[in-house]
C-alpha cells in the first residue's frame, strides 16, 4: 500500500494518477476525516474528468512507501506523529517547497530510508473537491539518507506507474536549490503585489529588486558549494518561468488569499537563515520575508 500524507493539490494528483488498489490518505494528526473515503473530482492534463475516492488509513502498518506532501511547515509534525506506526523499512519522499523541512527530516530520522523530490508537476484545486492537472513536467528523486539509496530504483518505478515523467537523481540538493531560486524570485513578488506569475515582470518592485536578489542567492549558492551560478542565469531562470506560468497563481499568492500561513521561513526565510550562518549579508531575502509574513496569519 502507498500512503499519501497530505491531501492538498499535489497530494491528490499523486493519488489520482497510482494505481486506485494501491493508495490510501493518512490524514494529519490535527484532522478527523468525516467520511471513510476523500472524495474528489480529477481533471487530466487533457481535460477528461473522473471521480476519486480513496480511503483514509487509521493503520498504516503494511505501508510499502509513503508520500510527504504537507506544507514545509507542517512535515515534521506530521511525521512525528504517524512514523512510529509505519515500518521502518518503508521510503518516504519528501515533496515539500523550499529547503529546510527535508534537513530537519532526514537529521530526525537518519536510519530510516528518506528520500526528497523535486517537481515541475502543476496542480491546483479550484474549489475543494475539484483537482486540475494544470500543467505537465518531470519529477526528480534522490536519497537524503544512507538507507535510502538501494531504494531509490524501487520508488521510481513504482511513481512511474502514474505515467508522469520520473527520474532517478543521486545528487537531490543541487535540483532542489534550482526549485528554490524559482520560487524565491517568483512567489514572495506575487503575493506582495497579488498577481498571477507573469504579471510581475514588468512591475517596478520587482525589476527594482530581482538584480540584487538573484546577486544575493548566487553567493549563497557559491558558498554552499551549489554550482557556481552567475546572478544573470539565475535572473533568466526566474523569468522564464515566469513568462512560461504567465497565468497562474503561485502557491505562496493562494495561501495569501485563502488566509493560510505561506511557506515563506522555507523559500526566502531560508536563504535569510542560510546567509546568517554564512556571514553573507541578504537584505533582498530579509524585504521580501518580513513583507509576506505581513500579509500571511499567524
Not at 520520473?166 to 528554490?180: M, T, Y
Not at 498577481?195 to 529588486?209: R, S, T
Not at 523569468?239 to 493560510?260: H, K, P, Q, Y
Request: aromatic share 6%.
Amino acid at each position: 500500500m502507498i500512503g499519501i500524507l497530505g491531501a492538498g493539490s499535489l497530494g491528490r494528483l499523486w493519488a489520482a494518477l497510482l494505481p486506485q488498489d494501491q493508495v490510501a490518505f493518512l490524514p494529519r494528526p490535527d484532522t478527523d476525516p468525516a467520511a471513510a473515503t476523500l472524495s474528489y473530482t480529477f481533471e487530466s492534463i487533457q481535460g477528461g474528468q473522473r471521480t476519486i475516492a480513496l480511503p483514509w488509513l487509521q493503520s498504516p502498518d503494511d505501508l510499502s512507501l509513503l508520500l510527504v506532501t504537507t506544507k514545509a511547515g507542517d512535515t515534521l509534525d506530521a511525521l512525528q506523529h504517524w512514523l512510529p506506526r509505519i515500518p521502518e523499512s518503508a521510503p518516504i519522499v519528501l515533496f515539500q517547497n523550499g529547503l529546510g523541512s527535508q534537513q530537519a527530516v532526514a537529521d530526525a530520522w537518519p536510519e530510516r530510508p528518506i528520500l526528497a523530490a523535486s517537481t515541475t508537476e502543476g496542480a491546483n484545486r479550484p474549489d475543494a473537491d475539484r483537482v486540475v492537472h494544470a500543467g505537465t513536467g518531470e519529477t526528480w528523486i534522490g536519497p537524503l539518507t544512507p538507507a535510502a539509496r538501494p531504494e531509490l530504483p524501487g520508488v521510481v518505478t513504482q511513481l512511474a506507474t502514474t505515467g508522469l515523467v520520473v527520474h532517478a537523481e543521486d545528487q537531490i540538493l543541487p535540483r532542489l536549490w534550482q526549485k528554490l531560486v524559482v520560487n524565491a524570485g517568483i512567489n514572495p513578488f506575487t503575493a506582495i503585489l497579488a498577481c498571477p506569475n507573469g504579471d510581475i515582470l514588468a512591475n517596478d518592485f520587482f525589476l527594482g529588486h530581482i538584480d540584487p536578489l538573484c546577486n544575493e542567492i548566487a553567493g549563497l549558492m557559491s558558498a554552499e558549494g551549489i554550482g557556481n551560478p552567475s546572478p544573470e542565469e539565475l535572473r533568466r531562470r526566474i523569468e522564464t518561468v515566469a513568462r512560461n506560468t504567465a497565468r497562474n497563481t503561485s502557491s505562496m499568492r493562494g495561501d495569501i488569499l485563502n488566509a493560510r500561513t505561506t511557506e515563506i521561513d522555507f523559500i526566502n526565510g531560508y536563504l535569510v537563515q542560510l546567509g546568517r550562518r554564512l556571514d553573507i549579508p541578504t537584505p533582498v531575502n530579509q524585504l521580501l520575508t518580513d513583507k509576506v509574513k505581513q500579509l500571511s496569519p499567524h
